[in-house]
């Protein structure tokens, strides 16, 4: 239960892989939708995303990059918000059913593991771009790519903030 709010359920919503092998028959009676990102200023391009990405399926898995991958990937003075911190925005979200910090630079092994029915990802990925769409679509599951909203970036925020 959370600490904040003890009618809320925010924290179980945050699970590790082993939940995914543990629970693998009752999740997938429902038709599972992954996407992964490293979420780091939540605004409303990612908000505006996520519901979008809930519609394609009945359960949404959030992939969310670990802090030192976020380092790997955006450089040292990344991430602004720790791991923990934006794991517990995410599954404060409606949308979203639950949220898997992983390691790696790429969510491969997540996405193999989930096994979802859909892999989202935002529109300035081409479909081969995509790291685990080869595996989606070989086990009878679609990839698609969402529309961002123009104007939202966590990077171009975090950037205005700087020069203020």
Do not use: W
């Not at 629970?23 to 409303?44: P, R």
């Not at 979203?96 to 989202?120: G, S």
Request: aromatic fraction near 8%.
């Amino acid at each position: 239960m959370s600490r904040l709010h003890p009618n809320l359920n925010i924290e179980q919503k945050i699970v590790s892989r082993t939940f995914f092998v543990e629970n693998a028959v009752k999740l997938h009676q429902q038709k599972i939708v992954f996407t992964n990102g490293c979420f780091d200023v939540l605004h409303f391009g990612h908000v505006h995303y996520l519901l979008q990405a809930k519609e394609l399926g009945d359960i949404l898995v959030v992939g969310l990059n670990s802090d030192d991958s976020v380092r790997r990937l955006k450089g040292p003075s990344r991430p602004i918000n720790g791991e923990k911190e934006r794991a517990f925005v995410l599954a404060a979200l409606a949308c979203v059913d639950y949220v898997v910090v992983f390691e790696e630079d790429t969510p491969k092994e997540l996405i193999e593991t989930v096994r979802p029915d859909v892999l989202v990802k935002g529109g300035d990925y081409a479909l081969d771009q995509i790291v685990g769409a080869d595996f989606v679509t070989r086990n009878g599951g679609s990839v698609t790519t969402l529309p961002f909203v123009e104007g939202f970036s966590s990077t171009r925020i975090i950037e205005q903030l700087k020069t203020e």
